[in-house]
């Protein structure tokens, strides 16, 4: 098998069907892979019906494939479902740039996710929480015990923490924090499982009633962190310096630092890239995008989610950090064929490979956006990517949404109105 690569020069002009060739030699997917990941034989009603309720059909998005990723030295083809134009684009060419300095460095913590339990109608708080702490070890075996199979892998409960909540609109009470270890599973199932499981021990121990028993989404025990540095000299463009480039960077991530407003659209450009793998590989994006934006909160105010400084050469470079619960088993990360097979194409083979893999196109993308912004404006190269969409819209087929598309950049009107009259203009010549 040749060395895997995620440069594929020229990717972008291939017709559909030969990207698909080049990705599966490139890849080294089976037939079967690539069919899935055409779309051709996705998921089919009767599998959706099992995975919702009130299952109709269908819906499809858009799957595309971001180029030139080496994380933590491995080359890395990227699948990402998204509807959004210039996001696969532009994570692929900050990849490109960051290559020549090693590209994306990633880390991640260990798998443990957080079950909540609230403990209302306790007479004496310190009371309770000193049966609790009396009582762990024998509570955390009484959890080691539901998952046999977990704890033989190396996961399981680590801690039980209790935190104390003084001001409420309903009083003080106990929460109980289960520290669980869940290896390569996002982890909802098995946290939830382990807090029923839980509750009525804590009952007896308290005298009080456990209410909420559930997973918390602010996952800042399973953080992924990756970081980037981009050379000066891959920084230069068009009429740009590269230090116009790298200062202009820095100028717009302060924005974001300093200013709520400007960090929610900051983080959302972030989340472009995040979300757009975590779809591709079915996991959980509501989830990933709750813990994020709450640890970008964290110190009371809200803030960006990444950092852009300069090194002591002057080259630009980025950190990113945030919770990142996702997972190789469970949920539609089996079930779902694309799933399946968009994780063949990424290689993953564990939960931390794909963490670390997620958080670098998160800080692509991000780099993807300052720069746009921070140079020739986001519309330009936007909307060059969205006349496309908008050709399609108005009723182009075939070699007309080109045309038109390029009609339509050229004079700087991407809109349906216009495009439906040179449409209709074109039709009488």
Known sequence: MAARSSRIPGFYNLPLADRLQRLGEAGDLDPSSLVALSGVSGLDRNLADHMIENVVGTYSLPLGVA???IVNGREVLVPMV?????VVAGASYMAKLARAA????????????????????????????????QAKDELLAEVAAIDPFLQKHGGGPRDLEIRRIEESSIGPFLVLHLIYDVRDAMGANAVNTACERLASKIEGLTGGRVHLRILSNLADRRLARSECTIKLSELAFGDFSAEQVRNG????WAFAAADPYRAATHNKGIMNGIDAVVIATG??????????HAYAARSGRYTSLSTWSKDAEGNLVGNLELPMAVGIVGGATKVHPGAASNSSLACVTTAAELAEIIVSVGLAQNLAALR???????????MSLHARQVAVAAGAQGDLIEKLAGALIKENTVRVDRAEQLLKEWSHD
Request: avoid cysteine.
């Open 67 to 69: 180029l030139n990723f």
């Open 82 to 86: 998204i509807e959004e134009p210039s």
């Open 102 to 133: 090693g590209s994306f460095r990633s880390s991640v913590d260990a798998p443990e996710m957080i079950g909540q339990m609230q403990l209302l109608d306790v007479a004496n708080l310190d009371a309770a929480a000193a049966a609790i702490t």
């Open 249 to 252: 960077i820095i100028e717009a």
């Open 283 to 292: 996991n959980d994006w509501r989830a990933v995008e709750a813990g994020a």
């Open 372 to 382: 746009a912004l921070a140079t020739e404006g986001i519309q330009r190269g936007h």
